[in-house]
């Protein structure tokens, strides 16, 4: 960097204006000059192209300040690195946090352009999965929000995450084509580009008298090529970037295979580079999957990391203050190897002595966990990490030399702690524990609910704790409100703000004051008047999309996540199939009319996720067809789960489903949005719902089921499920029919083996709290046959949910961990 001109010295641009009127002029020079299209033939993607620019370049001005300043001021910098960010469509975000949607809307009306229309066709950004992304997401907004210098990193995914389609029922994975025709928002920084090593050997160099130095000769390598995306805080205070690295071959094409007529051998290079970035979590149930997960970690590490060494340099001569000057937040382990990877880069790149190096490491990184499940905390076979990384095996193997002999000489630890802290797992194959080198190699590792933070103590890392009895911190998950009220709920925004004035924009505590409207009959009413609105466009949703009817005065039972056996949508697809039964038996009962609508998407290799999906179509057709039914229950599963359709389906949620195995879930948001956009939650003690029961009131929200506590003890004592069933007439006739058939006639066996695992072991519980939860279900139908009772308890969910705020999780990173 040239330092002779401070980027504070240079003549700024004078601010744009917001009169509708110049910003319609601005949407047409853009469309004429910038797309090449004249007015009279745009189409609508031509017309959101253009808007974007003219918004995108209001964000660069307010980008170049924020970054000028931070150099000016020399503040540290937060780097947030995680494998995914679900972002969601960008447009609305940007208008509405610059303030400028009431503007931009009357510019496009002017022309003849409607804004929903065109925001409508914006692809939606497929760079994650479920919770661990979109909590990324809102926290790139949030760090904007309230100012903290920050850079996202993560990879730019070609196709990302499948795209969702079913074929009878059962999910077909297709590449999501976000990126066909190029992403306005983005922008390519050829200048910071890094090179990436794979495999080769490691030399050892120097003479006889002075310490060994290592030169890493890497076999393969490849370009990490930066793309920036503004995020844009509220009121456009700050402007933060998202870095996403693609992969580029050193060599596109070898022309003398070329030439010698290997056509497709030429290519090989340019095929194995872009391998890296086309899809998020390629399936690694084969060794060839599980190396390519294992590459796009370490690229995008390896690329980050260097980035944010050149980035420091520009400003200070050497790395001593590093960690005073950066804080690197790991979100989970996918990033766990930038801990080997930044004590290579001072020791063998920048000459660092390895003592000093790993002080500086530990210092600068955090760590968070979002699991307790063991397989979600990833570890890799030690000859496969050895062959492609095998610089950081010697360096992971240093590591643990040094914990494991500080552990024993200073902790006394014994063989059985050793064996349960050091990095390498030696229970079968050897394997390199990416969770325990997390936790070493971070001076912070903090769960995301204080449920999940007392388990990671109790068990996954108890003995770790007991070496580092400090580093073990709770930051309680939390969701922007921006997305997620103000800009998927308008109806509910204007009703609040009409109520208590609209201070709660900018800090959603202050919708504390909406308690004093929970019994006012008259604001429930229109509270009630809201929530149909929305499930009036919801359903119209589900019709188009899908030819089912639903009826918007039906209470809206609704569980969105991703489908795994621990958030056990398998319950709720057999309280359905009971309650069908129940329905039809007892046609004479006074039956609340649900809909029952479920969405997510299943790993590809997750045999008995993918399972459940076609249950609950299967399930579906049978019960949507059966006139006996008298549409009193709907069973809906609308496929390809995304950010822009959460935002359709969360305000029209009347029930929220958080029914996870109590020890299993570490967070959830989802569980955030639904109370705060006036849904009442049935769910059990886990994960975040503990803090939401204390914050909304016990009353105010349906609880059931065994707690974390009683789910270890169940099953230390031994779980009898057979017992269970046997003794539950609902369950075992629901179980039974499923088993048999009924909803596959077509393959009268296809859910034995699904149905098998509840009655020989049911490690999820299914049958252990489907009484509990059944029950929970009736409770729900009192509450909601009384309107008035339903409505002062959901209107509470909304006007106590405003601690959940991302805001207030960021600001307890900021004083806690990052001290930014």
Same mark, same amino acid.
């Given at each position: ?27 047409? =020079? ?32 307010? %980008? ?21 960010? !679900? ?48 909590? #990324? $997401? ?9 100012? &903290? ?11 990302? !995450? ?11 994975? !297709? ?43 890497? $076999? ?29 071959? &050193?060599?596109?094409?070898? !022309? ?16 194995? #580079? ?10 690694? #149930? ?56 930044? &004590? ?13 190096? %790993? ?26 990490? =050895? ?10 193997? $240093? ?8 552990? /024993? ?56 704790? @007991? ?86 005065? $039906? ?142 009131? @016990? ?29 539950? /007439? ?68 909304? #006007? ?21």
């Amino acid at each position: 960097m040239n330092n002779s001109v401070s980027p504070v010295d240079i003549p700024q641009p004078a601010p744009r204006s917001s009169n509708p009127e110049i910003m319609a002029e601005e949407i047409i =020079e853009r469309l004429t000059y910038r797309i090449g299209k004249d007015a009279k033939v745009a189409k609508p993607h031509d017309w959101l192209t253009a808007t974007i620019l003219v918004v995108r370049d209001r964000i660069i001005d307010r %980008w170049m300040e924020s970054t000028r300043k931070v150099y000016a001021t020399g503040d540290k910098r937060v780097y947030y690195l995680s494998l995914e960010f !679900l972002i969601g469509r960008l447009m609305r975000d940007a208008v509405s946090n610059l303030g400028l949607m009431e503007e931009i809307t009357d510019a496009l009306t002017s022309l003849g352009v409607d804004i929903n229309v065109i925001a409508g066709l914006e692809p939606d950004a497929a760079l994650g999965n479920g919770g661990l992304g979109r909590l #990324a $997401a809102c926290f790139m907004e949030s760090m904007a929000t309230v100012e &903290i210098p920050a850079y996202g990193y993560g990879i730019r995914y070609v196709h990302g !995450l499948f795209r969702q389609q079913m074929a009878d029922g059962w999910q077909v994975e !297709l590449p999501e084509t976000w990126l066909a025709h190029g992403n306005p928002w983005e922008f390519e920084r050829r200048e910071s580009s890094y090179e990436i090593g794979y495999g080769g050997s490691v030399e050892s160099v120097g003479g006889y008298d002075e310490p060994p130095r290592y030169v890493w000769k890497p $076999a393969e390598r490849v370009i990490a090529m930066a793309y920036d995306t503004p995020i844009v805080g509220w009121r456009g205070k700050r402007v933060n970037t998202l870095r996403l690295w693609s992969a580029q071959p &050193i060599d596109p094409i070898l !022309l003398d295979a070329f030439n010698a007529g290997d056509h497709i051998g030429a290519l090989r290079e340019s095929n194995k #580079a872009e391998a890296l970035t086309r899809v998020l979590y390629p399936a690694d #149930a084969n060794p060839a999957g599980q190396e390519l997960r294992l590459r796009q970690e370490y690229f995008f590490s390896s690329a980050s990391l260097q980035d944010i060494l050149r980035r420091h340099l520009q400003q200070y001569p050497d790395f001593t203050n590093l960690h005073e000057k950066v804080s690197i937040q790991l979100n989970d382990t996918h990033p766990a190897v930038s801990i080997a990877e930044l &004590i290579r880069l001072l020791v063998d790149v920048h000459g660092m002595d390895m003592d000093e190096a %790993w002080e500086i490491t530990r210092q600068t990184f955090s760590y968070t966990n979002h699991t307790l499940l063991p397989e979600a905390l990833e570890s890799w076979p030690v000859p496969l990490f =050895e062959r492609l990384l095998p610089r950081l095996m010697q360096i992971v193997y $240093a590591i643990n030399t040094k914990i494991l002999l500080d552990a /024993r000489k200073e902790k006394k630890f014994s063989d059985s702690q050793i064996r349960s802290i050091s990095l390498i797992d030696e229970n079968g194959d050897r394997r390199v524990r990416m969770g325990n080198l997390a936790f070493v190699g971070s001076h912070s590792i903090n769960g995301v609910s204080a449920l999940h933070t007392d388990l990671m103590k109790e068990t996954v890392f108890a003995d770790l704790h @007991a070496l580092y009895p400090k580093r073990i911190n709770n930051k309680t998950n939390g969701i922007t409100p921006r997305r997620w009220l103000m800009q998927c709920n308008p109806g509910l925004t204007s009703l609040i703000r009409e109520a208590i004035g609209d201070s709660f924009e900018d800090d959603t505590q202050a919708l504390k004051a909406l308690d004093a409207f929970a019994d006012d009959k008259s604001f429930q009413e229109k509270f009630a008047a809201v929530k149909r609105a929305n499930k009036v466009k919801l359903a119209n949703l589900v019709g188009s999309r899908m030819g089912i009817r639903l009826d918007p005065s $039906a209470m809206f039972d609704i569980q969105i996540k991703r489908i795994h056996e621990y958030k056990r949508q398998l319950l709720n697809i057999v309280e359905a199939v009971a309650l069908y039964d129940q329905i039809r038996s007892h046609p004479e009962l006074d039956w609340v009319p649900r809909v029952k609508l479920f969405a997510g998407k299943a790993a590809p290799s997750y045999h008995n996720a993918k399972l459940i999906i076609k249950l609950a179509n299967d399930v579906a057709r049978v019960i949507n067809n059966d006139p006996a039914v008298r549409g009193l229950l709907k069973v809906v599963f609308v496929p390809n789960y995304n950010v822009t359709l959460a935002e359709t389906i969360v305000p029209a949620a009347d029930l929220s489903e958080q029914i996870s195995t109590a020890g299993m879930e570490a967070s959830g948001t989802g569980n955030m949005k639904f109370a705060l956009n006036g849904a009442l939650t049935i769910g059990t003690l886990d994960g975040a719902n503990v803090e939401m029961r204390d914050h909304v009131g @016990a009353d105010n929200i349906v609880i059931f089921g065994m707690t974390a506590e009683e789910v270890a003890r169940v099953r230390a004592d031994g779980h009898e499920p057979r017992a269970i069933i046997a003794a539950s /007439r609902e369950l075992s006739q629901a179980l039974a029919a499923i088993a048999s058939g009924v909803f596959s006639p077509d393959d009268r066996s296809r859910f034995a083996e699904l149905i098998d695992g509840i009655y020989n072991h049911d490690w999820f519980l299914v049958a252990g709290d489907f009484d509990s939860y059944a029950n929970a279900q009736r409770q729900v139908d009192q509450i909601w046959t009384d309107q008035t009772l339903w409505y002062s308890k959901t209107i509470r969910n909304t #006007a106590r949910m405003g601690w959940f705020s991302s805001d207030r999780t960021i600001r307890q990173y900021a004083t806690e961990i990052w001290r930014a």
